[in-house]
């Protein structure tokens, strides 16, 4: 049983119906939970609670994002697409722009997007917004849990002061707990109902409240013993991935250069049943999460003069890949005789990470940039993404790729079932995904 500050904390197991009535502690109220952010956290979480018996006030800025919704127009793994053709439009699901719904929740999670700008320092923008929303209309009574990934001290910073400021006291008038998000948009593997939560509160009766209303939603919950403990843990399980992420990429640099596949060293160490996780190099890491959320931590440290030299190292690593595939595209190219400056290129797959149709962050943007600048003919290939702009530059999915002969096609994301026997015709491959083994002639970073 894990210790916080000199008391037991115990991890409320999930195993069945049995188990929670007879450990976990009871629902403080029946009010409806509301959802602060419908995004990629926010809509799962939503449908979540509401498989597991809650009423849900989804609230979000955008009404084109409740519209769309509504019309099932979201990104979801198949599961959570069920579920909310199960929801949408019931009397237990409640969809609004209108945060004066708020006072009739008896529990409001926060769920919005924290990145960084283009100088890789944190836009809190939208979460003080979110807090300072929640916060205006919060009544006595409320359980309030924030997931964003952000700073330690957030949570203290944007709703423990500012509710004290309002004479709304944690743990006496109002609860408050801060409880990372875990949610690994497409993964089927790992659905965030499957995936323990991990949560810590202001105070014990903070937890417990936040505990009672999360606990439906994950097999089980983790307690440490503040919201600053519950902060720091989401950003060392993503700095701990970023950190392997830019030593697999390395890794694959000097396998290149010592006439080795990278991906036959990794999955011979994988071998090792202990000591030992298998990361793998790419064209760069994508998404909310990896290249965002270290920076935090960064940008926290670094403001009070301290250094973290590995963390930085590694998200100056991550930050220049998708240069280094660019770089290796004008090798290949070189090497040919043909200049990149009128190369035909085609990147294939530009969404973050394969079945996402998710951009956010996607090395595919810069290399297709980069690419553009030098001059190269570009185009791009995506059956999930249409269109997208780079550069100010409008562009659209290539329906037919295999139609035509590239000087060169980089790969970048390859989603489930698609086809890719054409690439055996074209003259240059540049695999960044490592894993198209089977293509002959084929080349990696």
């Known amino acids: 049983m894990p210790i916080a500050g000199g008391r037991a904390l115990p991890v409320w197991p999930q195993s069945s119906s049995e188990d929670r009535t007879a450990t976990a502690p009871e629902p403080v109220d029946r009010r409806p939970v509301a959802i602060v952010g419908m995004g990629y956290v926010g809509l799962p979480t939503a449908l979540a609670l509401l498989a597991s018996g809650n009423e849900v006030i989804g609230l979000d800025a955008s009404q084109q994002r409740i519209d769309d919704i509504r019309a099932s127009r979201v990104d979801l793994v198949s599961d959570d697409h069920e579920r909310l053709r199960r929801f949408a439009g019931s009397d237990t699901c409640t969809l609004t722009t209108d945060p004066e719904r708020l006072a009739a929740a008896g529990t409001v999670v926060i769920c919005v997007p924290t990145p960084v700008d283009e100088h890789l320092v944190p836009d809190l923008s939208a979460l003080s917004a979110a807090c ?68 810590g509160g202001e105070t014990e009766e903070c937890t417990r409240r936040a505990v009672a209303v999360l606990k439906g939603s994950a097999p089980e919950v983790h307690q440490v013993g503040s919201p600053e403990a519950a902060e720091m843990c989401k950003l060392l399980e993503n700095t701990f991935r970023a950190v392997n992420i830019a030593l697999a990429n390395e890794f694959a640099t000097a396998c290149g250069h010592l006439g080795l596949e990278v991906t036959e060293v990794i999955d011979a160490a994988a071998t090792k049943p202990y000591g030992f996780m298998p990361f793998r190099p790419g064209p760069g890491v994508g998404g909310h999460c990896i290249p965002c959320d270290p920076h935090y931590l960064l ?29 290796r595209a004008r090798e290949l190219l070189a090497d040919r005789g043909v200049p990149l400056s009128r190369a035909r290129v085609l990147v294939l797959g530009v969404s973050y990470k394969p079945d996402v149709d998710d951009l956010r962050e996607s090395p595919a943007l810069e290399i297709l940039a980069e690419l553009t600048q030098a001059g190269a003919v570009v185009s791009y290939t995506d059956p999930r993404v249409t269109e997208l702009a780079v550069a100010g530059k409008r562009m659209e999915s290539e329906a037919k790729p295999q139609a035509q002969i590239w000087d060169l096609v980089v790969v970048h994301t390859v989603h489930r079932g698609q086809d890719l026997d054409w690439l055996e015709g074209q003259p240059l491959v540049l695999d960044a995904t490592y894993r198209l083994d089977a293509v002959k002639g084929r080349t990696v970073v």
């Open 299 to 327: 940008w926290q440290l670094r403001r009070q003069r301290v250094a973290l030299p590995l963390i930085d190292t590694a998200m100056t690593a991550i930050a220049t890949r998708p240069r280094t595939v660019v770089r």
């Open 132 to 199: 300072a929303t929640v916060v205006e209309h919060a009544v006595p009574g409320q359980t309030i849990v924030l997931t964003s990934t952000s700073y330690v001290g957030t949570t203290r910073d944007l709703l423990l002061r500012p509710l004290a400021d309002r004479d709304m006291h944690a743990g006496r008038d109002v609860f408050v707990a801060f409880s990372p998000e875990r949610i690994d948009p497409g993964n089927t593997v790992h659905p965030q109902n499957a995936t323990p939560r991990v949560v």
